[in-house]
């Protein structure tokens, strides 16, 4: 199958996924901290279903198909899971006890978890060029991740467990997306994605008896950024930008939202930024950008 053009539609949703994903990872830490928080399963389930049933609105008062066939629904529900449970999800449950800009970075993995994956279901050989790649940014994530595990407590460690967790989950549900295309709109798809997600974070929230939150005026204000920015805003541009741009495009996103997590934990939560932070946030940015390079590389030799 060709790959897309640019379409320039596609470009300006991934300008908006770069700009506002950035800050989300700050509005998490923000929503989740325990004085004043929200429990992160509960906010995964809040921000899920509101999300998802005003997407769904939009939807129906467009007149678009908001009626799935049961492939589709299998597809939209899987996928739903692993990208807000599995992939969001780890992430609300880590920044209880990380900073954000420390998520971000190991959230950055994302391009490269998503080219082993397709090269595994492909059943090809990566070329060299990707298998250094591929090296390099596992690099980068064992030295962000080794100083921390070497001198972490339990709680600790499943925070870092669940930031490595992450970032597969997500590519996951994004490359069954692509691989399994639905007849919905992307704006359909978008909101069946939280409905689903949130089906999956009110049981967990459930099981782990999370209990009702008294959050603080701070995490209702980081709350209502993650649902309109985050999820209504620019979670639909991203489904839009998947299906508009090549994925090796579409997913250049990682590239930009570490930088900006970063700076605004550093500028307003003042987290800390060390050495080995720089250092394992540049070893995954080369190793992502060798990932989208192949990609281009790959489909400039397949182009007629």
Known sequence: MADKKLDPKGLLH????????????????LAVREEGGIPPFTLGAIRTVVAGLALLGWAALRRTRI????????TLAAAG????????????FAEQRTDSGYAALLVASVPIWGAVIEAFL?????????????????AGVGLLTAPRLAGAGGPDVLAILALLAAPLLWALGSVLQLRRPTG???????AYLHLFGAVGFIAIALLASEGIP?????AWGALGYLIVAGSIISFTSYIRSLHLLP??????????????????GWLLLSEPTTLSILGGMALILIGVW?????RFRVSAAGSP
Do not use: K
């Not at 899971?81 to 609300?92: E, I, K, Q, S």
């Not at 579409?250 to 605004?264: D, E, G, H, Q």
């Not at 060798?290 to 192949?294: D, K, L, M, S, T």
């Open 214 to 218: 008294q959050p603080s005026i701070e």
């Open 81 to 92: 899971v692993l990208m807000w449970v599995g992939g969001n999800g780890m992430v609300n």
């Open 247 to 264: 994925m090796s495009v579409a997913m250049t996103y990682a590239y930009v939202n570490p930088v900006i997590a970063v700076l605004l």
């Open 122 to 138: 492909d059943r090809r050989r990566p070329s060299w060029l990707l298998m250094v790649s591929l090296l390099v940014g596992f």
């Open 67 to 74: 009626r799935l066939s049961r492939s589709e629904i299998l």
């Open 290 to 294: 060798g990932v989208f390079h192949e």
């Open 14 to 29: 991934l300008s908006i996924v770069y700009v506002i994903w950035g800050s989300t990872y700050l509005a998490i830490r």
């Open 184 to 190: 919905a709109s992307p704006l359909v798809n978008a």
